[in-house]
């Protein structure tokens, strides 16, 4: 059974920072693009960033550019996305799914961490 875990998330004023984690189980993580998304309240999902499956390519969102960096222990079957500078319109649940930018809509996802930043 394929399992994605995200942890990580929480409370957080504006110009902090968090380090949200995603432990996947169930499937050959190594052999998968791995991508974060977002959901806003009241909006749909928006894909953030992106890592190839060996972690030498990362793909971001412009709102997350020089704020956020993805990156992925194969070793470990973790993902991960530190995220510096937040901003109250980072606000939402987050979450990991398997694919790319082009396909992660039709891969396996967690259950999202909540990040709310606000004062």
């Known amino acids: 059974e394929v399992q994605l875990v995200e942890s990580g998330g929480g409370l957080v004023q504006p110009g902090g920072s968090l380090r949200l984690s995603c432990a996947a189980s169930?499937?050959?993580?190594?052999?998968?693009?791995m991508s974060w998304v977002r959901q806003a309240p009241g909006k749909g999902p928006a894909w953030v960033s992106g890592?190839?499956?060996?972690?030498?390519?990362?793909y971001y969102a412009e709102s997350a550019k020089g704020r956020f960096t993805i990156s992925r222990d194969n070793a470990k079957n973790t993902l991960y996305l530190q995220m510096n500078s937040l901003k109250p319109e980072d606000t939402a649940v987050y979450y990991c799914?398997?694919?790319?930018?082009?396909?992660?809509?039709?891969?396996?996802w967690g259950q999202g961490t909540q990040v709310t930043v606000s004062s």
């Open positions: 799914a398997t694919g790319s930018y082009s396909d992660y809509a039709r891969g396996y």
């Open positions: 169930g499937f050959t993580f190594g052999s998968y693009d």
């Open positions: 890592i190839n499956r060996g972690g030498g390519s990362t």
